[in-house]
């Protein structure tokens, strides 16, 4: 009871104390740079352009991948959804030059958005490319057939036109283009990216803030609007289905650990309280800093958070439109005592609840650290959503 009494206190000071982590409504236009990489050199432009667009801080900018990779450089690249796309104020694509084309995971990738083009969610949306070659052979090509999928969808393209070229070394082949960045990725006289290439990647991503800022509130469909057409209609879609879409799985019910319910819902308000449990056991057990990566972490936070909504499901009966809005979220991290990035991990659980909700999904929110969770479990969440 003694142990009860203090952890309620902490919440109580986390929820009212100026120490409270509450995640507030992003202020700045938010883009996303969306990426594949096989050798890395699209990582290079990436970050480069990622460094043009947050320079003068007025716009933030988030490097996701289409695909996971194990190489050392890119393990903890975060992932992207489909369906997140229309929450950014801005994307910028990159890929390497596959004969004369984009590369087969980012054309996958793609492939996956016809939901987004049936519903204009990213039109008026700026975008821009840059790309890592390897000859350069195809280059031109591989440029066009990208800006033609994305004029499909009807987004702002913005082209680098010959931004930045007299201060390259003209000793040195190099590989941009009036469409955007690239490098000469199989030229190995020099380090690649070169010095001038990672400049015009920068300098693009500068002039990519640029636009982006002066658009947002100015487009026929803001941000807000964009999620509101894009969340799905009242129960046409079970919460699996939704899922699925997404690419993700609705786990098995959990079953509880004791003697307590999976959820209480008292009026309109369900209250649910996970685990990172996967397949029966706990999913990277230990203290993150310690045993657990960041990496692993944010699978855990993903998991827990897929327990989360299993239960939902089974609280709503599987129909994702009798959810009115997610209302709180809160994150119990089992770390050491000097970690500080339990926001940025929470934002795995945070971006699926928008991702699958929409509007709906934007919710408060608490993170918090523990000297330990039960099971040694990296993340405990807990979730309140009120429902019909």
Not at 172 to 179: A, E, I
């Amino acid at each position: 009871m003694k142990k009860l009494t203090q952890l309620a206190a902490i919440l109580l000071a986390a929820f009212s104390g100026p120490t409270a982590m509450a995640q507030v409504a992003h202020t700045k236009p938010q883009v996303l740079v969306l990426i594949y990489s096989d050798t890395g050199g699209t990582y290079a432009l990436a970050r480069e352009v990622a460094a043009g667009i947050t320079g003068d801080g007025s716009v933030d900018a988030t490097i996701k991948q289409v695909k996971g990779s194990p190489k050392s450089d890119l393990k903890d690249v975060p992932v992207a959804t489909v369906a997140e796309l229309a929450r950014y104020d801005g994307i910028a694509f990159g890929s390497p030059v596959y004969f004369g084309n984009i590369s087969t995971p980012m054309s996958e990738f793609l492939s996956q958005t016809g939901d987004l083009w049936s519903a204009h969610a990213l039109e008026g949306k700026p975008a821009t490319v840059f790309m890592s070659a390897g000859s350069g052979a195809g280059k031109e090509l591989a440029f066009q057939s990208f800006w033609g999928s994305l004029a499909v969808h009807g987004m702002l393209l913005m082209p680098n036109g010959i931004r930045g070229v007299e201060g390259l070394d003209k000793t040195v082949p190099q590989g941009n283009s009036v469409l955007g960045a690239s490098t000469l990725a199989s030229l190995k006289n020099v380090e690649r990216p070169t010095l001038g290439e990672r400049q015009i990647a920068r300098d693009q991503g500068r002039a990519f803030a640029r636009v982006v800022s002066a658009l947002r509130g100015a487009l026929p469909a803001s941000s807000s609007e964009v999620a509101a057409v894009t969340e799905v209609p009242k129960a046409a879609i079970t919460i699996r289905e939704a899922l699925a879409r997404m690419g993700l799985a609705l786990p098995p019910l959990p079953k509880p650990a004791g003697n307590y319910s999976p959820f209480v819902r008292t009026g309109n308000l369900v209250f649910i309280n996970q685990y990172a449990l996967k397949d029966g056991k706990i999913l990277h057990p230990g203290k993150i800093g310690v045993d657990v990566t960041d990496a692993q972490a944010k699978e855990s936070v993903q998991a827990t958070m897929l327990n989360v909504l299993s239960v939902l499901n089974e609280a709503v009966g599987g129909d994702l439109g009798r959810v009115k809005q997610a209302v709180q979220l809160t994150g119990v991290f089992n770390t050491i005592d000097t970690y500080a990035d339990h926001a940025r991990l929470m934002n795995t659980a945070s971006d699926l609840a928008a991702d699958l909700l929409g509007e709906r999904g934007h919710h408060a929110r608490m993170t918090l650290g523990a000297n330990s969770v039960p099971g040694q479990s990296p993340v405990e969440i807990q979730a309140i959503f009120e429902v019909e």
